[in-house]
């Protein structure tokens, strides 16, 4: 597979300035997605916190030698999404390191004591476990993946993600944010992006900001999303996450992005992706999330009433119904979706298994988003 990172995707041009910017993307959001904006009440299940990569700006990760390193086991994963399922959750988030067996003694060894030599593999038969046993939708955020892991993951996830973050190969060399991280050497990411379209894989992307990255290479990052969702169709949405200081990482003196460096970005996301790509932002990452309204989102991501945000800790999820009451305030209606958007179960497409399909169509309403509205208590 020759997928390269420059070339074809250079940006087109964006109003120079930031209301023109902004105006433009909301005019984009309100025609196709309205004033509504959806989020996705979900439990979080980090199925190991052990990873291959060092990434300057990951607390998530530990190293096999930490106490606090851990691959759950089958009983821990059911106690967690079962405290989901009684919280109105329809969504489980499978988030893990990518690949630590591959590096560590250590992951080798606690997976073969649950009967593994792959972590993707022991992925899919605990996704396969929770579809047995709850109400819940696996969502897969496994990192780069191969065919034939996206092959066997397929059939028992409703959708799969992965965040791009950036097409920049400077941030692998030394002292940058990537250094000695293999699967976060761009191609490599848009290899798995390309392998999840060729497979009809609804599939989650998106940015990393604040990094070390350019703006040029934002705006190419997000040509490659976008050249990749016009060649298979799979790309249902694209995250605009800002980089968050935390003591105990390389970067913990690096600068974080400012609110209007997102709003510039959310804005440059909505015009040039296309308009059916839902784009999203993280609320608990900014306590001037709102504002990202006026950028061009129209979803706030996962939020989970159960499980704290293992990638961001020390930033707390806002109150569903407190987000809801200020979104109403902005003019906008929140209203919960599935981790399925809308048009992959309407357009009679070939996105999902039948078993999966049918799965997920029982549990939305005649639009396509969740049919128990769990915050304000109806049913659309």
């Keep these: 597979m020759n997928i390269a990172v420059t070339g074809a995707m250079r940006p087109n041009p964006l109003p120079r300035g930031l209301d023109d910017l902004l105006s433009e993307a909301c005019r984009i959001r309100d025609a196709h997605w309205g004033r509504a904006v959806t989020y996705s009440r979900k439990v979080f299940v980090p199925l190991t916190n052990m990873c291959r990569d060092t990434c300057g700006y990951c607390t998530f990760v530990k190293h096999p030698s930490s106490p606090e390193a851990r691959i759950m086991t089958p009983e821990q994963v059911l106690a967690s999404a079962r405290r989901g399922e009684r919280e109105g959750c329809k969504e489980l988030l499978f988030s893990l390191g990518e690949k630590p067996e591959l590096r560590y003694e250590a992951a080798r060894d606690g997976l073969a004591r649950l009967g593994y030599a792959r972590m993707t593999d022991y992925l899919r038969d605990m996704c396969a476990l929770v579809l047995a046993e709850t109400s819940l939708l696996p969502h897969v955020n496994a990192g780069t993946l191969a065919d034939d892991e996206i092959e066997a993951l397929r059939p028992v996830s409703a959708s799969m993600g992965m965040m791009l973050e950036t097409i920049s ?28 379209g060729l497979r009809r894989v609804p599939f989650t992307t998106g940015l990393l900001i604040g990094i070390g990255e350019t703006w040029e290479e934002r705006i190419a990052a997000l040509h490659a999303i976008e050249a990749s969702h016009r060649r298979h169709g799979h790309i249902q949405e694209v995250i605009i996450q800002n980089f968050q200081r ?30 059916e790509i839902s784009l999203q932002a993280p609320p608990n990452l900014s306590s001037r999330h709102i504002a990202y309204l006026g950028a061009g989102i129209n979803d706030w991501g996962g939020i989970s009433p159960v499980t704290i945000d293992f990638i961001n800790p020390q930033h707390e999820w806002p109150e569903i119904r407190a987000l809801a009451a200020s979104c109403k305030t902005a003019g906008f209606a929140l209203r919960e979706r599935l981790t399925v958007y809308p048009r992959y179960l309407l357009d009679g497409g070939d996105y999902l ?9 029982a549990m939305a309403g005649a639009g396509g988003l969740a049919r128990a509205q769990h915050h304000i208590g109806e049913t659309p």
């Design 353 to 361: 298994d039948p078993a999966m399909l049918s799965r997920v169509s």
């Design 246 to 275: 935390k003591p105990d990482i390389e970067m913990a003196d690096h600068p974080e992005p400012d609110l209007e460096d997102m709003l510039r970005t959310i804005a440059a996301a909505r015009i040039i992706l296309s308009p």
């Design 169 to 196: 190969r400077r941030l692998t060399r030394r002292g940058m944010a990537h250094h000695a991280c293999p699967d976060k050497v761009p191609v490599q990411r848009l290899r798995t992006l390309e392998r999840a």
